[in-house]
């Protein structure tokens, strides 16, 4: 079956740094993407490893390891607007078409 | 750029009724879903279209559940009957392809009453 494994709540202080770890096991697996969900908004894009190591986009960076199925997103010098829900999301390719399976959310809570 | 439009934001109804969302994605985006997302969830995909065609539905209740995409631009969702456990957040996205990064619009929140 496909699956994804993250925790589901983690807390952190602001200026800090917090890593949300991604584990997952699916069939099809092509490669690994993480979204912010503000509490009533939409989910956003923030970043997509198909390769092995270390993506930096700003204050983020993801981390993948296909071999070990784990993937990672790193956020650094944490502003209360970070307090948010992160999803990974496995691009996996079944049937020819490229499905974007969901975990379940990591909700991030930052304190002053 | 414009985002992904959907509409209406807030929708109450009662059981058994019918509802219908609205999505106009990104101008020039191929690819258009529909997800479900339950209140603590991840999104659920309902639907998945290419231009307009059926990619993948393989999780939309079909026999309340239909969608379409008539003309490869905006699309419809629509929920007939209404049951309790439909109330949920009803979110559109669109892709340039089914492979790119997806864009979502605010969603739909849907209760059921």
């Known amino acids: 079956g496909q699956s994804l494994e993250q925790p589901s709540e983690v807390t952190a202080v602001e200026g800090a740094i917090v890593q949300i770890n991604c584990t997952y096991q699916?069939?099809?697996?092509?490669?690994l993407s993480w979204y912010q969900q503000h509490d009533g908004g939409a989910p956003t894009f923030l970043s997509y490893n198909a390769l092995d190591g270390l993506e930096e986009t700003g204050r983020f960076s993801s981390f993948l390891s296909r071999s070990d199925s784990y993937g990672y997103l790193l956020l650094q010098e944490l502003q209360m607007k970070d307090s948010a829900s992160y999803f990974c999301a496995v691009r996996d390719l079944g049937d020819s078409n490229y499905q974007l399976i969901w975990g379940a959310g990591t909700k991030l809570i930052i304190k002053p | 750029e414009a985002g992904v439009a959907q509409s209406p934001r807030y929708k109450i109804i009662e059981k058994r009724q019918s509802v219908a969302f609205w999505c106009n994605p990104i101008?020039?985006?191929?690819?258009l879903y529909w997800y479900q997302q339950i209140l603590g969830q991840g999104p659920k995909l309902l639907i998945q279209?290419?231009?307009?065609?059926?990619?993948?539905d393989s999780q939309l209740p079909k026999d309340r559940f239909s969608a379409e995409r008539l003309k490869g631009v905006d699309s419809t969702l629509k929920i007939q009957p209404a049951k309790l456990e439909d109330s949920a957040v009803y979110l559109c996205?669109?892709?340039?392809?089914?492979?790119?990064?997806?864009?979502f619009g605010d969603g739909t929140r849907l209760s059921i009453l």
């Open positions: 101008s020039g985006h191929a690819t």
């Open positions: 279209f290419q231009n307009n065609g059926v990619v993948d």
């Open positions: 996205a669109s892709s340039l392809y089914g492979n790119q990064p997806q864009h």
């Open positions: 699916t069939s099809g697996f092509y490669g």
